[in-house]
């Protein structure tokens, strides 16, 4: 009875709107769905994509273990339209930009491998409906693998449940087994120091006879970022195409062969790594691959699949060093095996990396058995199909161009038999044409996909006609001969682009003693290549003409770098831009007007704005009119110079002087809460939303440079929010600056401490503004035992930027900058205040708590500009101050007094106390304001009298110089007067007193 009971409370409806469903190839992949999901919405709004599917309102009914799907009108538990197990949900879509849509993917049934897979699409008719109905999914979900005691993995989960260290990249060894001796990382170790004291001894440098064959492939080497550790593979970066492209930075590059030397004295294998490069990187552990993931380049710089990594190991001597063997392709010859090293935090970090591993390849050995394995090359069509996708995913402008590109390596057939059902259909826009498009694509793909064959596989062919081995043997070879043609086509046609030919020149059908046609191209424009392709009729070029040729050739030349360098300029300033867009993809509270922006354009060129103390009430009253979003960023940089102008922080509380950058080349102690919260911040924005891209590796820049600046605080939850938001507005280096002026000027890092007293004194204060100014809002707290660390401690933790609209927070940082934490007591205030009513409507402590966690968090435009205004006109500086004051008499009272001999007395002497020490520090705080005034007064009268003083020093030295030079004037007069005449002067000379005034000289009777 009880179970019945149980399982009628885990069964909850939804009601939805199903729009449709769609099988898909069990090689589709994430970059595909978002135009899966697409073509059903297409399919049941206007029915030209297959066969039409209405939509039609449905009760989505979880009964554990299954999800039922049944007609809303229906009441026969009987009639549904389809059931599954939970389990069966590998993954759930749910677009930022369409709310009201989600769409789960159901995996085929594991007893029968040729299941296909299936995605429905839903519709809600309130946005907040979908994260309830996802999550309680993903809940029974779980709770269906934990009846049937199966540890199974979601499959399509693999890169969101994969585990994540920061390692730094020591480098990598050429070794000789696959099968690593237990010394191997130590003797790496030993081998790297000693490469780098032989490189930075002075003198010749090593010597390429006596040591080469003792350390060949023995030494430390960086990343190749440009081609992935030598190996020519296609890159999976992790942010989108705007935030970034490789870049491949000087000093980095790997040495392994003798064809790519250093320096001259160099050995030919070998160039040193630079240890002034940030070589941390994060390791990541997937479901069948392994992932080196670069933060500053913001790509995967290497990517091994477990079956081609043959062992793992751990230093003995240097434990906190580990290393894998893998595979590693030759040029020539047969495959190598290469040992990757690196070096993590402490010794237990290693020893979880070895068991993550342990536990990964014994996963994923499992599932490969279990299941059948999905056969997949590079030369798959839906491989190719998922690059297109890949390369297309948040790029509309782009878009139409690469699917264009990709249009045109089909044949003539294909691309006419796509056009023709594309035009069909009669799209409206670009986006339109696109969609269907990839439908077609991947229509075509599909039917290809299933006649393919991979890479290294025969053809059927009956066994009568010739042997198996010569069938693979040729096959290969043939697969080699398509490999040069192909590459030796792409050669020429990059010639002939480069001269202007015609590409028809080239014909895959000549024979192979003949590769240009003289019928379509004009030779003499070209060196031949070959002395039968010279036309003995041609006439001979001069001297002059060849070298005329060359220069043009070389003016041309250096005109397309010109070129081609321009162009990068270009895409990069428009990928920037795009990025800034997207960072400033919000929804600004209250509008600037153009004079606030003519202000702030003046205030933010003005010279010395950086050095100069400015008027703080003129930039206030400037603050209050608005700030333009795209100068947000400056304007808060120009807020902290100013503050810091002002008020000097003893050299004891100032922040560390370290760089930035040379903090990145560290490894934290903090790695795990920091990963584990980058999903949790901004999950909704696009800068932040994609795993480990661009934004959410910047972010993890951020927090970890401050964790290993700040060793006290380290990493607490709610910097990440703070941090967010600042990498929205600025750079890395300048968010991490107004990071350190946040937490160290106005002392906000004081709530993150580990005894987190400062953080129990602001609720404190929040309770007593509660109780002096809003008593029923108050009371109705205390009477169901709701204190505000309850709902307000993710206000003050994050400021107000993990539930609110970034608008509204933006707003808040504004003030924030100005008048430091006052402002988050206010904006609380101002909030629960506003919302008094409602709140106290709520009759139980879930319902009050639901309603301050997910209800007021949802303001209207409106809600967040009076709430804004009123906080613009409040002023609680002083309360604030009391009730600190206040409350640490309290904590002092209530350590020094035993325990209480009765409550009610206890009570009434708490009450006399607080209302003696309200009124002493109002006193105190009125002597302190009177004091303040009067030392300020008493400062302008010092730097009025210095300046006196230093403007009559300067007249007194302009007196003295004008002396000096009239008695310079008489000495030369009186050399110039005859002795006569200068008798007669001395006895009319003028002379001087005593008190230094003159007076003439006594005149005769």
């Known amino acids: 009875m009880e179970g019945k009971e149980e399982k009628e409370k885990l069964d909850r409806r939804f009601s939805l709107t199903y729009i449709g469903w769609s099988s898909l190839d069990r090689r589709t992949t994430l970059p595909m769905l978002p135009w899966l999901v697409a073509e059903i ?140 001796p237990s010394t191997l990382i130590d003797d790496c170790i030993d081998k790297f120091r000693q490469h780098e004291i032989e490189r930075k001894r002075p003198g010749p440098g090593l010597s390429s006879t006596g040591s080469q064959s003792s350390l060949r492939g023995s030494f430390p080497e960086c990343i190749l970022e440009d081609s992935g550790f030598e190996e020519p593979q296609e890159f999976r970066t992790r942010c989108s195409s705007l935030a970034g492209s490789l870049q491949r930075k000087p ?36 479901r069948f691959e392994i992932n080196l993931i670069s933060p500053d380049t913001k790509t995967v710089v290497l990517e091994k ?112 038999e796509v056009f023709e059902r594309v035009q069909r259909l009669k799209p409206g826009s670009d986006q339109e044409e696109n969609e269907l498009v990839i439908l077609q694509l991947r229509q075509l793909c599909e039917s290809k996909q299933k006649t393919h064959l991979h890479i290294g596989e025969s053809p059927q062919v009956p066994a009568s006609t010739y042997g198996a081995a010569a069938t693979s043997s040729r096959f290969k070879l043939d697969i080699l001969k398509n490999k040069a043609r192909t590459s030796l086509t792409s050669s020429l046609e990059n010639i002939f682009a480069r001269v202007g030919q015609p590409r028809k020149c080239f014909t895959e059908e000549s024979s192979p003693g003949c590769i240009f046609s003289t019928d379509h191209c004009d030779v003499g424009e070209l060196l031949p290549l070959s002395p039968r392709a010279l036309n003995s009729n041609r006439p001979k070029r001069t001297g002059a003409e060849y070298r005329a040729l060359w220069r043009t050739a070389i003016h041309q030349q250096i005109l397309l770098l010109r070129m081609e360098k321009e162009n990068q300029r270009l895409e990069g300033e428009r990928d920037a831009h795009a990025v800034r867009l997207m960072k400033l993809n919000y929804q600004e509270v209250s509008q600037c007007s153009k004079e606030a922006q003519a202000l702030w354009e003046k205030k933010l060129t003005a010279p010395g704005r950086t050095t100069v103390p400015q008027d703080m009430e003129n930039m206030y009253r400037a603050l209050c009119q608005g700030l333009p979003k795209n100068r947000r960023g400056e304007v808060w940089l120009l807020l902290s110079h100013q503050h810091r102008l002002r008020h000097r922080l003893p050299q004891r509380q100032q922040a560390p002087d370290t760089a930035y950058y040379d903090l990145l080349k560290q490894l934290t102690a903090q790695q795990h809460a920091i990963l584990v919260d980058l999903g949790r911040t901004f999950p ?19 927090l970890k440079a401050y964790s290993l600046l700040d060793t006290e605080v380290g990493y607490c939850q709610g910097i990440s929010f703070v941090a967010g938001v600042l990498l929205l507005h600025m750079s890395e280096e300048q968010a991490f600056d107004m990071l350190k002026f ?49 709902y307000a401690a993710p206000w003050f933790l994050t400021l107000f930027a993990s539930q609110f609209p970034l608008g509204f927070v933006s707003r808040i940082f504004d003030f924030v900058f100005v008048q430091g934490l006052e402002v988050i007591f206010k904006v609380a205030l101002c909030l629960l205040s506003s919302h008094e009513g409602e709140i106290v409507e709520c009759d139980s ?94 400062e302008t009268s010092v730097e009025n009298f210095l300046s006196r003083e230093s403007k009559m020093k300067h007249v007194i030295r302009s007196l003295e110089q004008e002396r000096a030079a009239h008695q310079k004037t008489i000495e030369r007069m009186r050399s110039c007067l005859p002795p006569d005449t200068l008798t007669d002067v001395e006895m009319t000379q003028i002379k001087t007193g005593p008190n230094g005034k003159a007076k003439p000289a006594a005149k005769k009777p």
């Open 41 to 180: 919405r297409r399919r049941s709004e206007r029915g030209d994509c297959g066969p039409v599917m209405q939509p039609r309102d449905v009760q989505l009914v979880l009964c554990p273990p299954f999800v039922r799907c049944v007609p809303s009108g229906s009441s026969n538990p009987s009639v549904f339209i389809f059931e599954h197990k939970a389990q069966l949900i590998s993954r759930f879509i749910h677009n930022s930009s369409e709310l009201c849509y989600f769409a789960y993917l159901l995996r085929g049934q594991p007893d029968n491998p040729e299941s296909e897979m299936s995605c429905h699409v839903f519709r809600t008719c309130d946005p907040s409906q979908v994260p309830e109905v996802i999550t309680s999914i993903r809940q029974l979900s779980k709770s269906a693998l934990k009846e049937d005691a199966k540890p199974k993995q979601e499959a399509d989960e693999a890169f969101y449940n994969s585990q994540k260290f920061e390692v730094l990249y020591c480098g990598k060894v050429t070794v000789g087994h696959k099968k690593a």
């Open 251 to 286: 000093g980095e590059g790997v040495l392994m062969g003798p064809q790519r030397r250093r320096h001259a004295s160099a050995p030919n294998n070998v160039q040193p790594s630079d240890a002034d490069k940030n070589r941390t990187m994060l390791f990541q552990v997937g």
């Open 305 to 416: 699949n477990f079956k081609d990594i043959s062992s793992c190991c751990q230093g003995i001597k240097q434990t906190d060093h580990f290393g894998f063997i893998c595979r590693h392709p030759a040029e020539s010859g047969p495959s190598q095996y290469v040992c990757y090293v690196f070096q993590c935090a402490s010794e237990s970090l290693v020893d979880e990396v070895m068991l993550t591993l342990k536990q990964a390849f014994t996963t994923a050995a499992a599932l490969q058995s279990s299941k059948t394995q999905i056969q997949l090359c590079e030369a798959c069509p839906m491989h190719d199909l998922h690059k297109l996708c890949e390369r297309i995913e948040g790029e509309r402008r782009t878009a139409k161009l690469a699917i264009q590109k990709y249009l045109s390596q089909l044949n003539d057939n294909e691309q006419v």
């Open 684 to 702: 909704t924005h696009q800068y932040f939303s994609a795993q480990l891209g661009a934004g959410q590796l910047s972010l993890y820049n951020l």
């Open 742 to 790: 946040l937490m160290y000027d106005l002392g906000i890092r004081r709530q993150y401490r580990p005894d987190m007293v400062s953080l129990q004194i602001q609720m404190y204060q929040l309770s007593r503004l509660l109780h002096d100014y809003h008593r029923d809002l108050y009371n109705h707290f205390e009477e169901h035992e709701i204190c505000p660390s309850l």
């Open 845 to 938: 402590f879930e319902s009050i708590v639901d309603y301050l966690k997910t209800t007021l968090p949802a303001l209207t435009q409106a809600q967040m500009e009076q709430t804004i205004a009123k906080v613009m006109e409040m002023d609680i500086s002083k309360q604030l101050h009391a009730y600190e004051v206040e409350y640490h008499v309290l904590q002092d009272e209530m350590f020094e007094a035993g325990p209480p001999p009765d409550d009610s007395d206890r009570l009434d002497k708490l009450e006399k106390t607080n209302t003696q020490l309200k009124k002493q520090n109002m006193d105190l705080l009125e002597k302190l304001q009177a004091a303040r005034q009067k030392i300020q007064s008493l």
